[in-house]
């Protein structure tokens, strides 16, 4: 395979929705992309891969698909796609896909996410990426984009101190936008993490246990209005750990949602599917952190317990 | 009728589970019971009404059923056993079924209920009462009764003072207890009141929302752990109007609980059945209280905004 001068050599672990959906952009702007998967590798080595987007289709074929990490080459960056709740089955192979300049980028939801990457991997740069993207799996190595699709990305340091923006979140801020995806970067992750919860702590959350979609949630006031006090409550926990989120981000946020096509969020598409809810690192690990700086997230820890509980009677969690 | 001298008259509007499971304790000691009803009158005249009870069946004939309470004689006591969600149908009459001495016994859940049957008979005597029975309605004229019974009942005062034990509640609680129920009287109803609502904010709401059972509630740690927040919560709620609820009642409640026969809560009969939720008396009006006082129910206001928002696509309320 010739490879094109400077460009990096991607693995992406976990093609689900989000690591299909980036990786297929990636290798289609000329990246050797490596996939790991777990149920999809003889389907798209046989078929390929196939990402439908309003921001333009795209076919692979001959994809370079694994379904043991240990036989993945070392490549440049890695992006780690696959739910928190299946960090147990990745994490003790990671150090194999990863030379000693590799980059890692966490493309996952919660918080804390990185600090347990960095901790297995204590030579590798990590960057953590937020996802702004509306899409789904609906079928083996079928993947169909929605709406949005902004990657948020900064690097990680212990503690969750601003890194400023970094040649690695240069470069891979870079390749997302070649590959012609919005790109933000920021000068501190926590921060940009906490952002992200505003967003997925009310809709994951109130999307399973009102068994709703985002615009049913935003069409009744009463519910709108809890999406509200929730998003606050969270602006709030972020406060108290140090973290400022402006005043308008709440408003910005609801009319995002406002504006979004209809969409079953990553949450209640794994409740619907019996698979376990991430419930750790989007509420766990922020009502913790909250409270340790002196903070309650009261309502958030409402909604956690009940999905707890739900997620219990799945026979998961 | 012969009437035994001594013998009060009693109307029950209402001939649901509680009105139907009363009412018919009192007949069968030998009072007058004229029964007001909506949809069972035609069955209860030709069928009477029947109460199955691990305390002893009860099986009436020839039972005084009425569907107008215009057409209904003044009784000496009025228990009015409706839901609150059904006040309005049912206000603008009440005044036709008392007389200058009766006693208006609100057999309702939640807080300020009645506030509101005062300000419509400013003549009567209202006392509260707080029936903690697990029992419903199977059938037309039919009622099961699965647990419990006891009645605590007080007087109201305007502004939620203490009445002391007055004449009214002892001759009320006097022919509960000849009926073979146990009954406790109270000094201060607005504390009976929260007590109450100790039990119903936890369990009716997260029995709707999460669609469990009282056991299922219990069983699992993580939502035995959330009914104990909102039951602290509650009390925190009360404390800040000015009723203490001493510190064992929690633990009384979650023990009383865990004995119980598993129940499907009133909450989730009304939900399951289609009907509107007790929401303003149960959860409004305390969330309110506690606010007015200085103190945020935020726990308990996520779980009413989740069963407005459930109502409202129930198409109710």
Known sequence: MTRPPGHRTYTVVGLGAVGGYYGARLAAA???VRFVARSDVDHVRRHGLVVESPHGDVKLTNVEVYG?????PASDVVLLAVKTTDNDAVLPHLGELVGPDSIVVVMQNGLGVEET????LPEAQVLGAMCFVCCHKVGPGHVRHL???QVTIGEHRAGGEAAGITDAVRAVASDLRVAGLSVQTVEDLATGRWRKLVWNIPYNGLS????????QLMADPVSRKLVEELMWEVVGGAAACGHHIDDGFVETMLRTTDEMTPYKTSMKLDFDAGRPLELDAIYRA??????HAGFEMRRAEVLYRQLRFLDHRSGCG
Chains 1, 2 share one sequence.
Do not use: K, M
Request: aromatic share 4%; charged share 20%; glycine share 10%.
């Open 68 to 72: 043991d990490l240990s036989a993945v």
């Open 286 to 291: 922020p009502i913790r952190a909250a409270r």
């Open 147 to 149: 709406d949005y699709g």
């Open 208 to 215: 399973v246990v009102l068994d709703a979609g985002t615009d």
């Open 117 to 120: 990457i960095a901790a297995a």
């Open 30 to 32: 000329g990246h050797v």
